[in-house]
């Protein structure tokens, strides 16, 4: 079975603080996604990665960045964490154009 | 415009019968289809695909139609049962691309 795995299921920070999402998936997938999910507006794509080191910008990249140093795990960055920026994040994995696998989720709440 | 979207926002069906969730999708170039479920505090799971070049595919209690020419999609799940209580959205991949746009989804209450 497919295994995407991430940080922390729930997370509490500080408006101005710099948050780190952690996904981690064992099917050696090359594309890997982070997703923000919101009610009423579906998934929305904030980055994607189809190779170590490469990235490319999804839907809303604004106040994020990334990080692909291995191949099996994709960090999601908050420089500068801002209250709406509080929302459900899905990390997701595929091999090259086929289905994508989601991990838990970490639900982020900025105070 | 890109969308995918539900008919239904909620679907409430008895305990045993047959449940059917449809979607709209906006670009004719996609070209591969997704059904996800989501339960409550959890991430999406995988139910079922189906490539553009089928219009029909079965899984266990779950098959998905593709109408191509109304560029609509539905998911029917065969008598459905209190574990099959969750959120459903479709998505639509985008041919040649890593794109996909995901509906938004529609909540499904299995009534006893």
């Known amino acids: 079975d497919v295994k995407v795995t991430q940080s922390s299921r729930y997370l509490v920070k500080r408006t101005g603080e710099k948050v780190f999402l952690e996904c981690v998936q064992d099917?050696?997938?090359?594309?890997m996604f982070w997703y923000r999910q919101d009610p009423g507006l579906g998934l929305r794509l904030i980055y994607f990665?189809?190779?170590?080191?490469?990235?490319e910008k999804g839907d809303i990249p604004e106040g994020y960045s990334v990080s692909r140093e291995k191949k099996e795990r994709f960090s999601l960055i908050l420089e500068s964490a801002s209250t709406n920026q509080t929302s459900m994040y899905l990390c997701a994995s595929s091999p090259s154009s086929d289905t994508q696998y989601f991990g838990p989720g970490t639900r982020l709440t900025v105070l | 415009g890109e969308s995918v979207g539900l008919h239904l926002p909620t679907l409430s069906v008895q305990e045993g019968d047959n449940s059917i969730i449809n979607c709209a999708y906006s670009n004719s170039a996609s070209d591969y289809f997704i059904w996800y479920k989501q339960e409550s505090g959890k991430g999406p799971q995988f139910i079922i695909d189906i490539r553009s070049n089928m219009d029909k595919r079965q899984g266990q209690r779950v098959t998905v139609l593709l109408n191509k020419t109304v560029k609509h999609l539905s998911l029917q799940i065969a008598a459905t049962q209190p574990g099959d209580s969750a959120v459903y959205f479709c998505a639509e991949k985008w041919k040649g691309t890593y794109k996909y746009i995901f509906g938004t989804g529609t909540r499904l209450k299995v009534l006893a």
């Open positions: 990665s189809y190779d170590v080191k490469m990235k």
């Open positions: 099917m050696d997938h090359e594309n």
